[in-house]
């Protein structure tokens, strides 16, 4: 599913978010940028272990939740892994749903300045940090949405989405945002 939004396509599919051709992808990393499970697993594996060694070096502090910050992509095949860390739910009243939108403007931000010209996002925060996969999908998609609207790049914005659960609420909402999208 896709919608187009001026000159940039914002798109959904299910998949690995490791095998995608984009400039580059994002990473659902945690604050110490120390590597885990989930995204973060599966992108310093494929991705080998030159990109850790680059963060490590470049961001000893880590990276604190709703911020971003971009490295090389060693063995992956897009030029930038650009690491952001969602909220951790807890119950939707500390923050999260700002924290959240931050984490994906820093993360198209980045982007945006390093010129690439399409990028993948994965579903962060939903997995071991818990965000309601309801909420997140509307959340982010929209997030992703007004930058699109306000700075016309990147030309696409692709959401990989693991599993057919994950892709279906994230459907749902990107097709009521589709229907506000049409006046703008
Ligand atoms: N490609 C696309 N999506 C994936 C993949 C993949 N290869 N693998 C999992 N997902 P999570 P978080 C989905 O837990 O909730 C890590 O340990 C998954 O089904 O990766 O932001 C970090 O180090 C889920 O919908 O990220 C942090 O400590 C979504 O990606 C912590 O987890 C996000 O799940 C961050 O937790």
Same mark, same amino acid.
């Given at each position: 599913m896709r919608i187009q939004i001026n000159d940039c396509s914002l798109q959904l599919t299910q998949g690995d978010i490791t095998q995608q051709n984009v400039d580059a992808i994002v990473n659902a990393a945690n604050s110490q940028l120390a590597g885990g499970g989930g995204v973060d697993g599966a992108i310093h594996s494929a991705g080998g272990a030159s990109i850790m060694e680059e963060t490590d070096r470049r961001y000893p502090d880590g990276c604190e939740t709703g911020q971003a910050v971009i490295s090389s992509a060693g063995n992956?095949?897009?030029k930038y892994v650009i690491h952001t860390v969602g909220p951790v739910w807890?119950? #939707?009243?500390?923050g999260e749903s700002d924290l959240l939108r931050s984490a994906f403007q820093n993360s198209l931000t980045l982007a945006f300045e390093h010129h690439c010209d399409s990028l993948a996002f994965p579903a962060?925060?939903? #997995?071991?940090? #818990?965000?309601?996969m309801d909420l997140a999908a509307q959340n982010s998609l929209m997030t992703v949405a007004e930058f699109l609207r306000e700075h016309?790049?990147?030309?696409l914005v692709k959401f990989v989405l693991f599993d057919a659960g994950a892709y279906g609420a994230f459907s749902y909402a990107l097709e009521n945002i589709a229907a506000v999208a049409i006046n703008w």
């Amino acid at each position: 599913m896709r919608i187009q939004i001026n000159d940039c396509s914002l798109q959904l599919t299910q998949g690995d978010i490791t095998q995608q051709n984009v400039d580059a992808i994002v990473n659902a990393a945690n604050s110490q940028l120390a590597g885990g499970g989930g995204v973060d697993g599966a992108i310093h594996s494929a991705g080998g272990a030159s990109i850790m060694e680059e963060t490590d070096r470049r961001y000893p502090d880590g990276c604190e939740t709703g911020q971003a910050v971009i490295s090389s992509a060693g063995n992956l095949s897009c030029k930038y892994v650009i690491h952001t860390v969602g909220p951790v739910w807890n119950g #939707g009243l500390r923050g999260e749903s700002d924290l959240l939108r931050s984490a994906f403007q820093n993360s198209l931000t980045l982007a945006f300045e390093h010129h690439c010209d399409s990028l993948a996002f994965p579903a962060i925060s939903t #997995g071991v940090y #818990g965000y309601p996969m309801d909420l997140a999908a509307q959340n982010s998609l929209m997030t992703v949405a007004e930058f699109l609207r306000e700075h016309e790049a990147p030309s696409l914005v692709k959401f990989v989405l693991f599993d057919a659960g994950a892709y279906g609420a994230f459907s749902y909402a990107l097709e009521n945002i589709a229907a506000v999208a049409i006046n703008w």
